[in-house]
């Protein structure tokens, strides 16, 4: 098996993040310790505290607390969604383990309340310490974020919140692309972000050591696009994770890191050759082993020759415990044997050990690296699991990268005639992870590949406006094959009939509107941000993008019969709300209840307002707007923005089921069952628990309102009436 073989095993298997609390299904091996059917596991380990104890990573007189920390299951933590509602107090730390909150019956609503707020993306349930990289990013708006070994996606949840900082801005100027070896964790991380309903992540599916170098368009001119901020949360050994992984107790082994250690070099030195100058990286791990930690810090630093400094954040994150990052350690072998330096390392030893697992010997250049800036965070300190965090700044370019040609300055006629030689081995590869650490080859490979997929898109080789997945030559792919991207052209027949329905504002960026098909009917349109369209159409032979972009629009199955046949999705509607001038109705905090408790309430059930606004419309697809009032302090004091349908005599929405509950909650209605047969929601309020009488249904749908824009998608056990059946599962 090659190097680049057990790299990308190693990415895929040694993964303990599978269990991270970002979502209800994260690995279910984590939680086997706490459920019948698996021995209880006995939470010791001599080697383990053998190792740790001599490295002294424990301040003196804690290590029984350290010990008695560890063995406790880890309380459960969730973070209220920051850029839709709630401005402060966003994250919640209980005293109770998730199995106390699966298993109590005194705890069912509550642990309902988070599946479902969890699903609808108001929260996301996430340990402690692992929000600590996102705010050390320290992200702005505008920034250009790359995440690079992404899923489960918690993280990645959070820089998406972070870049919506003004809910104000629909399309922010920055973007995440989130990466991930492992095909079936990309899916994973699509849900994740799904739930956030962003136009600016773009999910792609590489190994994140050899993640090829992208070009963008600026001004006419390709450039390369570096990343303002990256996060670099490698693959680790998790022996910071023993409270929620306790397979870790009888499995942990010095091994794991000495065979980590590489990878997680050559993914940190691929993202230090793709931050921005001035840009910052964290690199973090859930692992306490300085193997996995400071010594892969130090070699980056050495290796960049001053590129790269570790940057002091210790007063930007005021309450959090931490300890400074250890200067001198040890390698033991798994059987217990000590190394203080690579010299003593036998010649057999040498491909398990290696020389960058070593402290530096001199003492100046070791101060220089400022390895006490690096964070270390104890699991007895704040009752948390133990972490690794370390945040670098971007102060030159790579020594290997510091003569490389620029893009923008060959002329189109240079740039024309550059052909890559077919007799090339390397021909559209990506670059050997194991050479990564070679200075001269990493810096032509990167402009070769550059100038390659120019040269391609120069020659038309690609229809214009078609992302497709990379041909099978270029790259070798694994997993589902994706459909491609497909812009609308400005000449489409498709977009006025729903520019002239929905009176769309003259701002609208319809060029950013895209499909996942190159022929037959469109039955679904996607929204990307303006730079994210750019990377895409810049990128398409080196990327595998396995998502992008939010659902605005859906066809209808009968939709020829109205004037406009795509109706609105609930998925994107905050995005699109701003530039829809047409078909909008005002409703109050009653109509709202009823609406999202009946199936198709008649006009006369809901106020004289909003039936003399829906009136005079034609049938098809409408926006419901409530509009707090601030003289009336008991209402509802947040906006509410819902796609609904126009009928003959009724009206319904098009909301996902936890959305639903989400807002009757927040209008203090008590959640208490649903009647799926009927799609009418049991509440604490007789006024609309009421079931909707049959000759009303029936008057509804013979008044030409679509039961399921997509029968497929309707037939799908977890859609019920009145909910946005195609805003249920992310689309592929």
């Known amino acids: 098996m090659g190097r680049r073989s057990r790299g990308r095993r190693l990415q895929q298997q040694q993964r303990p993040e599978d269990a991270e609390d970002g979502a209800e299904g994260g690995g279910k091996r984590g939680e086997a310790g706490w459920e019948g059917g698996y021995p209880e596991i006995v939470k010791e380990n001599k080697l383990f505290e053998h190792y740790y104890q001599e490295l002294k990573i424990v301040p003196e007189g804690e290590w029984g607390q350290f010990m008695d920390a560890l063995r406790e299951p880890l309380p459960a933590t969730l973070r209220i969604t920051g850029y839709k509602r709630y401005p402060e107090e966003l994250a919640w730390h209980t005293n109770l383990s998730r199995k106390i909150l699966r298993k109590s019956p005194q705890l069912e609503k509550f642990h309902q309340f988070l599946v479902s707020e969890t699903e609808s993306g108001n929260i996301s349930r996430?340990?402690?310490?692992?929000?600590?990289?996102?705010?050390?990013?320290?992200?702005?708006?505008?920034?250009?974020?790359?995440?690079?070994?992404?899923?489960?996606?918690?993280?990645?949840?959070?820089?998406?919140?972070?870049?919506?900082?003004?809910?104000?801005?629909?399309?922010?100027?920055?973007?995440?692309?989130?990466?991930?070896?492992?095909?079936?964790?990309?899916?994973?991380?699509?849900?994740?972000?799904?739930?956030?309903?962003?136009?600016?992540?773009?999910?792609?599916?590489?190994?994140?050591?050899?993640?090829?170098?992208?070009?963008?368009d600026v001004d006419g001119r390709k450039e390369i696009l570096f990343y303002d901020r990256i996060l670099c949360d490698v693959p680790c050994s998790g022996d910071g994770t023993m409270r929620k992984n306790i397979d870790v107790w009888k499995k942990w082994t010095t091994l794991n890191s000495l065979q980590?250690?590489?990878?997680?070099?050559?993914?940190?030195?691929?993202?230090?050759?793709?931050?921005?100058?001035?840009?910052?990286?964290?690199?973090?791990?859930?692992?306490?082993?300085?193997?996995?930690?400071?010594?892969?810090?130090?070699?980056?630093?050495?290796?960049?020759?001053?590129?790269?400094?570790?940057?002091?954040?210790?007063?930007?994150?005021?309450?959090?415990?931490?300890?400074?990052?250890?200067?001198?350690?040890?390698?033991?072998?798994?059987?217990?044997?000590?190394?203080?330096d690579w010299d003593a390392v036998p010649h057999s030893r040498h491909t398990q050990i290696r020389p960058t697992m070593f402290p530096l010997k001199d003492p100046e250049k070791l101060q220089a690296m400022h390895l006490e800036r690096c964070l270390r965070i104890l699991p007895h300190h704040q009752n948390t699991g133990g972490f690794f965090v370390a945040v670098l700044v971007k102060k030159s370019s790579m020594p290997w990268n510091k003569r490389q040609p620029k893009l923008q300055g060959k002329s189109a006629e240079t740039r024309e005639s550059t052909q890559l030689s077919p007799a090339d081995p390397t021909e559209g590869k990506p670059t050997d992870p194991s050479k990564l650490e070679s200075p001269s080859f990493t810096g032509t490979g990167d402009t070769e590949i550059a100038h390659a997929t120019e040269d391609l898109e120069n020659n038309g080789s690609k229809k214009d406006g078609v992302c497709g997945p990379p041909p099978s030559k270029k790259m070798k792919l694994f997993g589902f094959k994706e459909d491609p991207f497909v812009f609308i052209p400005e000449d489409d027949p498709l977009f006025p009939p729903i520019e002239k329905f929905y009176a769309l504002d003259p701002s609208f960026p319809r060029m950013n509107l895209l499909t996942r098909t190159t022929e037959g009917k469109k039955r679904q349109l996607y929204m990307v941000s303006k730079e994210l369209r750019n990377v895409l159409l810049n990128n398409s032979e080196k990327m595998k993008v396995i998502n992008t972009g939010i659902k605005v629009w859906c066809r209808n199955n009968s939709g020829e019969e109205f004037d406009c046949a795509f109706r609105l999705a609930q998925e994107g509607i905050y995005t699109l709300y701003p530039f829809i001038n047409s078909r909008i109705i005002t409703v109050s905090m009653e109509d709202v209840k009823i609406l999202l408790t009946q199936e198709n309430p008649f006009f006369r059930k809901l106020s004289s307002e909003t039936y003399s606004q829906a009136k005079d419309l034609a049938k098809g697809s409408i926006v419901l707007k409530y509009e707090p009032d601030s003289a009336n302090p008991d209402a509802l004091q947040c906006p509410i923005v819902l796609c609904g349908w126009?009928?003959?005599?009724?009206?319904?929405?098009?909301?996902?089921?936890?959305?639903?509950?989400?807002?009757?909650?927040?209008?203090?209605?008590?959640?208490?069952?649903?009647?799926?047969?009927?799609?009418?929601?049991?509440?604490?309020?007789?006024?609309?628990?009421?079931?909707?009488?049959?000759?009303?249904?029936?008057?509804?749908?013979?008044?030409?309102?679509?039961?399921?824009?997509?029968?497929?998608?309707?037939?799908?056990?977890?859609?019920?009436?009145?909910?946005?059946?195609?805003?249920?599962?992310?689309?592929?």
């Open 646 to 732: 126009r009928g003959k005599a009724s009206i319904r929405t098009f909301v996902p089921k936890n959305e639903r509950l989400h807002y009757l909650r927040m209008m203090g209605l008590e959640v208490l069952g649903e009647k799926k047969k009927e799609g009418v929601i049991l509440t604490n309020e007789s006024a609309v628990s009421t079931g909707q009488p049959e000759n009303e249904v029936t008057e509804g749908q013979r008044a030409g309102e679509p039961n399921s824009p997509d029968a497929e998608e309707a037939n799908s056990p977890d859609v019920t009436a009145g909910c946005d059946p195609a805003g249920v599962h992310p689309p592929r």
């Open 126 to 216: 996430q340990e402690a310490v692992s929000m600590i990289p996102p705010l050390l990013l320290n992200v702005r708006p505008h920034h250009k974020i790359l995440d690079m070994c992404a899923a489960p996606g918690s993280k990645t949840t959070q820089l998406i919140e972070m870049l919506h900082a003004d809910m104000n801005v629909p399309f922010p100027e920055g973007f995440v692309i989130a990466n991930d070896v492992d095909n079936k964790r990309c899916y994973l991380l699509v849900h994740q972000a799904k739930r956030l309903s962003s136009p600016c992540i773009m999910v792609v599916n590489h190994d994140a050591s050899s993640i090829p170098r992208l070009q963008i």
């Open 260 to 340: 980590l250690h590489g990878l997680q070099l050559r993914i940190a030195t691929r993202g230090a050759e793709q931050l921005a100058e001035g840009g910052r990286m964290v690199y973090s791990t859930c692992s306490l082993n300085p193997i996995e930690d400071e010594a892969v810090i130090a070699s980056l630093l050495e290796k960049s020759e001053g590129a790269l400094e570790l940057a002091d954040v210790s007063n930007e994150l005021p309450g959090l415990k931490w300890m400074p990052g250890i200067t001198q350690w040890k390698v033991m072998t798994k059987d217990g044997q000590w190394f203080t």
